[in-house]
């Protein structure tokens, strides 16, 4: 079990940037995959990316390749979001979670923040 605490959302023009910050309390954070999604209003929640346990492995939706970049340090149970070059379709909220595994699907990550809102502006 982890809980969860988003933070560094806010309101940006196109081409812009912003860093988001999850910070995780409880046991064994090192042990959890770590995922962003986003969920903008009317859609559905959506991979955004995924780091393994040791920070080695990343994966991307490919809407953000080149553009995000996902971080750890586990010795401050910590993950990070990059946000570079934003998009006006890049707005939504933006959730961390944790899961057992690399995985894309929302069903696979268990524990969840509670969001931060991400505007980009045209």
């Known amino acids: 079990q982890v809980q969860l605490v988003e933070s560094g959302g806010g309101l940006v023009q196109a081409g812009g940037s912003l860093r988001l910050s999850c910070a995780a309390s409880?046991?064994?954070?090192?042990?959890?995959?770590m995922g962003w999604f986003r969920q903008a209003p009317g859609k559905e929640r959506e991979f955004v990316a995924a780091?393994?346990?040791?920070?080695?492995?990343?994966y991307y939706a490919d809407s953000v390749k080149g553009r995000f970049t996902i971080s750890r340090d586990n010795a401050k149970n910590t993950v990070f979001l990059q946000m570079n070059s934003l998009k006006p379709e890049d707005t939504a909220v933006y959730y961390c979670?944790?899961?057992?595994?690399?995985?894309?699907?929302?069903?696979?990550?268990?524990?969840w923040g509670q969001g931060t809102q991400v505007t980009v502006s045209s």
């Open positions: 979670a944790a899961g057992p595994t690399m995985s894309t699907m929302p069903s696979r990550f268990g524990s």
């Open positions: 409880g046991r064994t954070f090192s042990s959890y995959v």
């Open positions: 780091i393994g346990w040791r920070g080695s492995t990343t």
